[in-house]
């Protein structure tokens, strides 16, 4: 039987259709993958051409995922009619988007995704949220200082503290997904954490005591209302 031989990209694409619906549908842990490569009608080898593990594949997944939000992104910090505040505003309620968006899939991958063995792929794929958002922070910090909304000197190094900071509040709130109990008590004690890193964003950029708001707690509130 003839091979299809396809283009690199349209292949490798194929592969994270196939693996992102089986995902949304059966679940990560439930989806092997044999059944991501019976899926797409390709031979072993070529998934592992391209993927090392199933792990592999999500790390991509995730990427390209997060490439689609910055290409929103990236004309939004460009705006000059926006300042400072309301781009850091949009920057973080465009993320909080898909993610309520994708809420199925990443619920779903908690549990694994903060698993011992994942450690090593968190570490990853914060590292790669640094690399790909630091340029765009830096061009809002730089803005803010213009604008006399920062005082802080290095826009290129703060952007990875602040990214760094904000990482935090998704593990806690992941974290609280995880304990299984959503209460006023549990929703309050994150909303000391979200005040203390905020503030704690305002320090590190120079900016007056509430200045940068980058959790919306309505959010979440929506996010437990809506069914976990």
Do not use: C
Not at 80 to 102: H, V
Not at 120 to 139: C, D
């Amino acid at each position: 039987m003839t091979r299809t031989v396809k283009d690199p990209d349209v292949r490798s694409n194929e592969i994270l259709d196939a693996a992102q619906r089986l995902f949304f549908i059966q679940g990560y842990e439930h989806t092997s993958v044999q059944q991501i490569i019976d899926e797409v009608d390709i031979a072993k080898g070529t998934f592992y051409h391209y993927y090392r593990s199933k792990i592999d594949l999500l790390d991509a997944l995730f990427q390209r995922m997060f490439e689609g939000t910055l290409q929103v992104l990236t004309p939004m910090v460009a705006d000059a009619s926006l300042s400072s505040l309301e781009k850091f505003d949009r920057f973080f309620a465009q993320i909080g988007t898909w993610k309520f968006e994708n809420k199925a899939f990443l619920t779903d991958l908690l549990e694994t995704y903060y698993g011992d063995e994942n450690a090593l792929f968190r570490e990853k794929l914060n590292k790669t949220s640094i690399r790909m958002t630091a340029p765009l922070f830096a061009q809002i910090i730089r803005q803010g200082i213009q604008e006399g909304i920062f005082a802080a000197n290095d826009p290129e190094v703060l952007a990875e503290i602040v990214i760094g900071i904000w990482q935090q509040l998704p593990d806690a709130f992941a974290h609280l997904v995880l304990d299984g109990v959503v209460d006023e008590d549990a929703l309050a004690s994150l909303q000391e954490k979200v005040d203390a890193y905020q503030a704690a964003t305002d320090r590190v950029l120079g900016a007056q005591p509430g200045t940068v708001q980058f959790f919306d707690m309505q959010a979440v509130r929506a996010w437990f209302q809506s069914g976990v």
